[in-house]
């Protein structure tokens, strides 16, 4: 990574070879804060000290996304190579704790890294809205089934990511270490836990909007609330903070909660979950 252009550099000496740089419509790249010089002749030096002798014959700095005017003299992004970067730069002490979160809860880790970049990568290209949304007409109809999925790994906006982020974080991943210190399936029963919530929570919504064709819906409110009662049933003693401010036993949250869902379907709320309520878990 070069800081003094904010570029990074890349090469052929690779598995994916002169096509990692071209064909993927999102890069992301994951560097570790050594690899960070501060121009252009500091990189080519890295190389030169990384591969000695056997210097790839393909080098090439990026700046951004693939940018051309050709065609009709009109600003296009991403037409000859990936439209978006996205770069993370770990120091050691992260790259162990990803290196532990990955061993322990490999499941929740990769549920909320995909559902990250997918939500990130969809708020810059707003087309993929309308394929990937739960759209209960076209479902009724035997049509876009998969959008039961994909549409709860996709979020509104950024404040709608945050809250469902932000719970995911303090429960899911004591949850699935829980159930893997309980069970040897304790990973699969994760996945089974919240996938099976995602389409599960569904099914009212397709039922209810079955004819409906201008209704569209996205979010994983209904798979975090899962998870979050799951993790209140091994531990209902613990004090959860509402609003990161209010300290409440879990058990007595947990009724309230459902008590405020109930009166919000009644209103057809949306994003019925973490968009309203943010939550902290406190040790007793």
Not at 63 to 83: C, F, H, Y
Not at 258 to 264: K, Q, R, V
């Amino acid at each position: 990574m070069i800081a003094r252009n904010g570029s990074i550099m890349v090469s052929n000496a690779n598995a994916s070879g002169r096509r990692l740089s071209i064909y993927p419509p999102i890069h992301i790249v994951v560097a570790k804060a050594s690899q960070l010089v501060w121009d252009v002749k500091d990189a080519l030096a890295y190389m030169q000290k990384r591969y000695g002798q056997e210097i790839p014959t393909m080098i090439s700095t990026i700046t951004g996304p693939s940018r051309t005017a050709d065609i009709e003299k009109r600003l296009v992004l991403g037409l000859m190579a990936p439209k978006s970067y996205i770069c993370f730069t770990f120091r050691r002490p992260f790259l162990a704790m990803l290196t532990f979160y990955l061993q322990q809860t490999p499941v929740a880790s990769v549920i909320f890294f995909f559902t990250l970049v997918t939500s990130i990568y969809t708020f810059s290209h707003e087309q993929l809205y309308g394929k990937l949304m739960l759209h209960p007409y076209s479902i009724a109809r035997k049509q876009r089934l998969y959008t039961i999925l994909t549409s709860g790994f996709i979020h509104k906006d950024w404040g709608h990511l945050l809250f469902n982020m932000i719970t995911f974080y303090y429960f899911a991943f004591g949850l699935e270490q829980m159930l893997a210190q309980a069970s040897p399936y304790g990973h699969l029963l994760f996945a089974v836990i919240y996938l099976g919530s995602l389409v599960l929570s569904d099914i009212p919504t397709i039922i209810q909007q079955k004819n409906n064709y201008g209704y569209y819906s996205l979010g994983a409110s209904g798979a975090i609330c899962a998870v979050l009662f799951s993790y209140i049933l091994f531990n209902p003693k613990m004090t959860i903070g509402v609003m990161m401010i209010i300290p409440m036993p879990a058990y007595l949250f947990a009724f309230l909660f459902l008590g405020y869902c109930i009166w919000a379907s009644k209103k057809h709320r949306t994003g019925l979950t973490m968009m309203r309520i943010s939550l902290v878990h406190y040790q007793d």
